[in-house]
C-alpha cells in the first residue's frame, strides 16, 4: 500500500512558478513509478509528467515541456514538479498517483493518488 499526499499548489500569476511535492508512505516507494496528472473543470484527466523508480527517465506531454521538471528523492519517499512559466491553461487540480506499469502515461495504469492540489494561473 502507497498513500500519497500532495501539497504546494496555490494562486500565481502568469510567468510565475509553483513546486508541488507529493509525499508517500509505504514502504515499497521505490519500486514504483510515480506520475503528475491534472485535471480542470469539465476535462478529463490528463498525463503531465512522470518519472521511473530510479529517476532516470522522465516523460513530459507537450504542452509542459521545457517548463515542467519532474523529480524524486526515494530516501524522503517525495516526489516533486517544479512549474516554470505558469500560464492560464495550466490551472487545474493536480495529482500525483502511483504505478507497477512499464506504461506510465495513461492514467488506468496507476493504482495510488492522492487527493490533489489546486494550482490557479491568473492572467
Known amino acids: 500500500q502507497v498513500q500519497l499526499v500532495e501539497s504546494g499548489g496555490g494562486l500565481v500569476q502568469a510567468g510565475g512558478s509553483l513546486r508541488l511535492s507529493c509525499a508517500a508512505s509505504?514502504?515499497?516507494?521505490?519500486?514504483?513509478?510515480m506520475g503528475w496528472f491534472r485535471q480542470a473543470p469539465g476535462k478529463e484527466r490528463e498525463f503531465v509528467a512522470a518519472?521511473?523508480?530510479?529517476?532516470?527517465?522522465?516523460y513530459y506531454t507537450d504542452s509542459v515541456k521545457g517548463r515542467f521538471t519532474i523529480s524524486r528523492d526515494n530516501a524522503k519517499n517525495t516526489v516533486y514538479l517544479q512549474m516554470n512559466r505558469l500560464k492560464p491553461e495550466d490551472t487545474a487540480v493536480y495529482y500525483c498517483?502511483?504505478?507497477?506499469?512499464?506504461?506510465?502515461?495513461?492514467?488506468?495504469?496507476?493504482?495510488?493518488w492522492g487527493q490533489g492540489t489546486q494550482v490557479t494561473v491568473s492572467s
Open positions: 518519472i521511473r523508480w530510479s529517476g532516470g527517465s522522465t
Open positions: 498517483a502511483a504505478t507497477g506499469s512499464i506504461v506510465v502515461v495513461t492514467p488506468v495504469v496507476y493504482n495510488y
Open positions: 509505504g514502504r515499497t516507494f521505490g519500486s514504483y513509478a
